[in-house]
């Protein structure tokens, strides 16, 4: 029998980079495709229970390999950002031992990476593999990465303090500075510096595949493919790709499912800051009190307060003290019958995809966001760190599916606040509003990946190409 043609990915440390690429992988193996994917896993430590499950649940068609542990000392200490890369740089030999086998022992013909992962493009070219790129963020966010290399030259001092809102070509509506994505935020830092040297290796790329859809993002895709006219890689949008809630953490571990079971049609709200985000101990307690004074039904997945950035347990994704013991007194038997409180980790699809949940209140990560959409999910935007600033000013002012708290002058978000935007969001026209836009978006994420939808025809499209081009 012939060999099928075969696809490396390769993912940076953190489930929020891990899992979109591993349901890009599932799309690369699907009948249509017929792919056989290796995703090879650079770690740091062990790997995360969350992170064995997924793994657990992948179709035979594709495997995985783990490289290494980095050894690095001061790894724990940096950015995130900078840990990803820096775990990437470090594990390049051995990305090289495995690719080296590959080639020798399959009909490898691509390889495709996290941006933070972007190094390793250079691998792919000394051994004749296409590489390519995979973002899990929007054609704005893209479109804003594509055109940094010109902007540092352009703009004078901190983009934060840009008397005017910054718009790029096709871009729905303008983006103050300091909503624009983290690294940008410091100039002067090394974070920015790296991440700068980062997006000029992006033109090493033979395509970018971005995981947004037409119906979503239509001008500034288009505005994308001019760009690309120009002599940057192709731009490839094949969203959206998300975890499905009848794909995924079949076992109910965290009871929130059988919970859910016993509520009524869309009454609950989920909340949840993503596989890594945290908040400061005065903000959880702020939540706390805020979702009690709703009076609204939720699920809430709630993980240790930081004494640091909100992005601190991002790359493990796990929390080290109990997070249940942070919450105010009393506050979990209180809620009994109205919430669910979950330690760090919950099946986001299944819970976003049942019948009873109604809202979510998101940092509004790229694949929360997509998952809200194909679940037709209104939302509370409350962003974090990374480029959440940039999706929430996308999801409450340009597709007005958000509804957005308001911050105290020292930055935390009050509890009456938080009732507030709950109850808007669940219980008044405003969110009803916002539910009828997002029922909208579903259906055309739907027709994006049907038939000749926008996304479907261009994945078969590239196959096509790409096997005639490139594996003969
Ligand atoms: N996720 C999950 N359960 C959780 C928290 C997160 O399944 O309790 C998944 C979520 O469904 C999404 C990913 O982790 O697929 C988070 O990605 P996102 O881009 O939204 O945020 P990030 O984690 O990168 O900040």
């Not at 724990?76 to 820096?86: A, D, E, I, K, V």
């Not at 051995?94 to 020798?104: E, F, G, I, M, P």
């Not at 919970?259 to 869309?266: E, K, R």
């Not at 935007?381 to 020292?410: C, G, H, I, S, Y």
Request: glycine share 6%; charged share 20%.
């Amino acid at each position: 029998m012939e060999q099928k043609s075969h696809i490396a990915i390769l993912p940076c440390p953190g489930m929020g980079h891990l899992i979109p690429l591993l349901e890009l992988a599932k799309v690369f193996a699907d009948l249509h495709h017929n792919f056989h994917v290796t995703c090879i896993i650079p770690t740091i430590g062990s790997p995360s229970k969350a992170m064995a499950t997924v793994l657990e649940a992948l179709p035979t068609s594709i495997d995985h390999v783990f490289l290494p542990p980095v050894n690095s000392e001061d790894l724990h200490t940096l950015h995130p950002g900078f840990q990803m890369s820096r775990t990437i740089t470090l594990s390049l030999p051995s990305l090289r031992d495995v690719l080296k086998s590959l080639v020798a022992t399959t009909r490898l013909a691509a390889l495709v990476v996290d941006p933070f992962a972007i190094e390793a493009l250079e691998v792919a070219k000394e051994f004749g593999v296409s590489p390519y790129i995979f973002e899990a963020v929007s054609a704005t966010v893209l479109s804003l990465l594509l055109h940094m290399p010109k902007l540092d030259e352009t703009v004078q001092g901190e983009f934060r303090e840009l008397p005017e809102p910054l718009k790029l070509p096709g871009w729905p509506i303008p983006i103050q500075g300091r909503d624009l994505i983290e690294p940008l935020q410091d100039r002067k830092s090394e974070w920015y510096k790296l991440f700068l040297s980062h997006l000029k290796l992006f033109r090493l790329a033979e395509g970018i595949m971005v995981n947004t859809f037409m119906d979503l993002e239509e001008r500034t895709i288009k505005a994308l493919e001019v760009l690309a006219g120009d002599a940057s890689p192709l731009i490839f949008p094949i969203g959206p790709i998300t975890q499905t809630g009848s794909s995924t953490n079949h076992v109910d571990e965290s009871g929130c499912i059988s919970w859910l079971d016993n509520q009524p049609s869309g009454s609950v709200l989920f909340v949840s800051f993503g596989s890594g985000g945290t908040l400061s101990f005065d903000q959880l307690t702020e939540l706390a009190l805020g979702l009690e004074l709703s009076g609204q039904r939720f699920i809430w997945v709630v993980r240790s307060p930081n004494d640091g950035p909100a992005n601190a347990a991002y790359v493990s994704n796990q929390s080290h003290q109990d997070p249940l013991a942070f919450l105010p007194k009393g506050f979990v038997e209180r809620i009994e019958g109205q919430g669910l409180v979950v330690p760090s980790w919950a099946p986001q699809p299944r819970i976003l995809s049942h019948g009873s949940t109604g809202g979510f209140l998101t940092h509004c990560g790229w694949n929360s966001t997509l998952e809200s959409i194909v679940s037709g999910i209104p939302l509370i935007a409350w962003p974090l760190f990374a480029e959440q600033r940039m999706n929430a000013v996308l999801l409450t002012e340009d597709l007005k599916v958000a509804l957005r708290p308001k911050a105290n002058e020292k930055g935390l978000i009050e509890r009456e606040e938080i009732a507030k935007v709950i109850k808007d969001l669940m219980a008044s026209e405003e969110g009803k509003k916002a539910q009828n836009r997002m029922k909208v978006l579903k259906i055309a994420a739907e027709k994006a990946l049907t038939g000749d939808g926008s996304s479907k025809e261009l994945c078969l499209n590239w196959r096509q190409s790409w096997l005639l081009t490139k594996a003969g």
